[in-house]
């Protein structure tokens, strides 16, 4: 099974709403990573967790907070979003991020609109 | 620094033509590659890797890509265009002991019927 699943697939929140993306597999993946991804545009790396350890952060702001309760899981928590934040958000996981050559595997996606 | 360049943001072709999507890559140390394919309002699926095996690598759905050093290419190519491969396609680059796979800018493929 190379699933990962993501929930909700679609969120509509204002300003100043708080809310909370998740991302699960069973694929025994040791490294998780949140993705957010604009129109006709790559995806653009968020969070990576190895070992259920926050390993990178690429500059993201604090109204964006990742969480990893354990190895099967990852949360975003969304709070004080902007409307440009509106985007497809991706999930995805790899066996091991030690190994250059371990794939990752992608979840569906949310679809975020920030009103 | 790694890096790959897709050229062509938009293919088309015709149903049953040969699709070529383009990919070339910047590494310094030996590439893992790889081709994704997104259909709309979902998931990157992941189409095939190089990982410093076989340069001919095959695929899901009949696709294939090369690796070729000289040339710093990593090029997708299927045979016969369904419609059903209308998609966006990246192409993607990392290497041993990264934390991150860099992706392509993407490119539209558009079938016709």
């Known amino acids: 099974d190379t699933e990962v699943t993501q929930t909700p697939k679609h969120l509509v929140m204002g300003m100043t709403n708080k809310k909370s993306l998740k991302c699960e597999q069973h694929m025994g993946h040791r490294a998780m990573y949140w993705y957010k991804q604009k129109a006709k545009k790559p995806p653009e790396l968020m969070f990576v967790y190895s070992y259920e350890k926050l390993s990178i952060n690429e500059s993201v702001p604090s109204r964006f907070s990742p969480e990893c309760p354990n190895s099967s899981l990852l949360n975003l928590h969304l709070h004080a979003l902007q409307p440009e934040d509106s985007a497809l958000y991706l999930c995805a996981s790899s066996q091991d991020l030690r190994g250059g050559s371990y794939e990752q595997y992608f979840g569906p996606g949310t679809r975020l609109t920030v009103t | 620094a790694q890096s790959v360049t897709q050229l062509g943001s938009h293919v088309s072709v015709s149903e049953g033509a040969l699709v070529l999507l383009r990919c070339n890559y910047s590494?310094?140390?030996?590439?893992?590659l790889f081709w994704y394919v997104q259909y709309p309002n979902q998931g990157l699926q992941l189409l095939l890797k190089y990982t410093s095996a076989a340069t001919l690598v095959k695929g899901i759905n009949g696709f294939e890509a090369e690796f070729k050093k000289s040339e710093t290419s990593f090029h997708l190519t299927k045979p016969s265009a369904h419609m059903s491969d209308a998609a966006e396609y990246f192409c993607?680059?990392?290497?041993?002991?990264?934390?991150?796979?860099?992706f392509g800018t993407g490119t539209r493929l558009t079938v016709i019927p």
């Open positions: 590494s310094s140390v030996p590439p893992y």
């Open positions: 993607a680059v990392t290497h041993t002991g990264a934390n991150n796979l860099f």
